[in-house]
């Protein structure tokens, strides 16, 4: 992968004020950017997790590292400053069919038990029965019950249908703190999978006391064929080595930005093949069905991060475009080049790869911890 520069960031991002985590050749380091400067955070607090609930994020406090694009920002392990994953000691939470295409084929997945060749024919089924209904439809709303009995009536109704217009919505843990990759990395799928994809997402970061402090980019890997045998194996599709990306940084709320920048969002995605594939596809935010900070709120219900967390919010974005097989629909192949982009956010670049043959996540709290108390970083 190549080097960071302007055409990852955001547009105007010498305008954004930007949070995350680079390796300096010392360990994990929180960075801020702001006016097209660097600065080094970890003076002020040591991780992004205690700037953030600190709130302590002005990068005048910060020690000076020069511009941006002179820092040689790499995703290699012998880059002079290698790009992380934004976020440490954040749980990693993700909202699920929270869009009516998503949950769509959510319901398909499970009747056609993760098999893809089965997929097309309960599509057709489903869509016809439905139509542009649940778009429509209002969670936990009075429609929703209509349409809810409705679908029981003529034996459709799903596990899935349930969360995307009942009156709770699915959030679950994606991943353990510290165990996302960052720009750069490879994002890996399980290699017992054979029918999965990305999911191209907006991610918020949520400070200790539920307070929205900015947005990033996210690719919470999807492995259609392990969840849809059931939901009970959605742990096993969903947390595994590599499979989560963030970045590549966190663009905090200021004047230039703000939540509803990320409930008009538009999120793009291409992916390249080693074996010359093409797919384009894109979410609208526009058209999720809850509101970035109702699931912010359910995530919050009867629950503390005391470390903060970071939210996915979904996709609307399912990968029906056959890739070699006609009806066999998309699945990734070793090699492919993953770009989800939006103009406000920048782009988040990944390879993919099998979660045995990614790197192996050997960095936790623990060697965090240990690595900060040599540098001198917990002393107050």
Known sequence: MPQ????????????????GRLDLGEGPTPVMVAGGELFDMSRVAPTVSELVAARRLDPAAGRPLGGLEALGIGS??????????????????????????????RVIEEAARGDAGAAAQVRGRLEQRI???????????????????ALIEDGMWSQYLEVAIGPYAEIFTKGPPLSSVGWGAEVGVRSDSGWNNPEPE????????GGCIGATLGNDVNLRDIEGRSALLLGKAKDNNASCSI????????????????????????????????????????????????????????????????LFLGTLFAPTQDREHAGRGFTHKPG?????????????????????????????????????????????
């Open 131 to 149: 139509g542009g209904g649940l778009r429509s439809v209002k969670p936990g709303s009075p429609d929703a019950d209509a349409l809810k009995a």
């Open 202 to 209: 907006v991610v918020l970061l949520v400070a200790p006391d």
């Open 247 to 310: 970045g590549p940084f966190v663009r905090l709320f200021d004047a230039t930005y703000s939540i509803d920048d990320v409930r008009d969002a538009q999120v793009s995605l291409r992916i390249e093949g080693e074996d010359g594939y093409a797919l384009d596809g894109a979410s609208s935010m526009r058209e999720i069905s809850r509101d970035p900070l109702d699931l912010v709120g359910q995530a919050l219900s009867e629950h503390q991060y005391p470390d903060g967390f970071v």
């Open 4 to 19: 960071l520069d302007p055409r990852h960031l955001p547009d105007d991002w010498t305008r954004a004020t930007l949070l």
């Open 336 to 380: 492919d080049r993953v770009a989800i982009g939006n103009p406000k956010l920048g782009v988040l670049e990944n390879r993919v790869t099998t979660c045995d043959k990614a790197a192996p996540w050997m960095f936790g709290t623990g060697a965090l911890m240990r690595n900060l108390a040599a540098r001198g970083l917990l002393a107050a």
């Open 76 to 105: 290699d392990a012998d880059a002079r400053a290698r790009i992380l994953a934004p976020v440490d000691l954040q749980c990693v939470k993700a909202s699920g069919v929270t869009f009516a295409v998503s949950a769509l084929e």
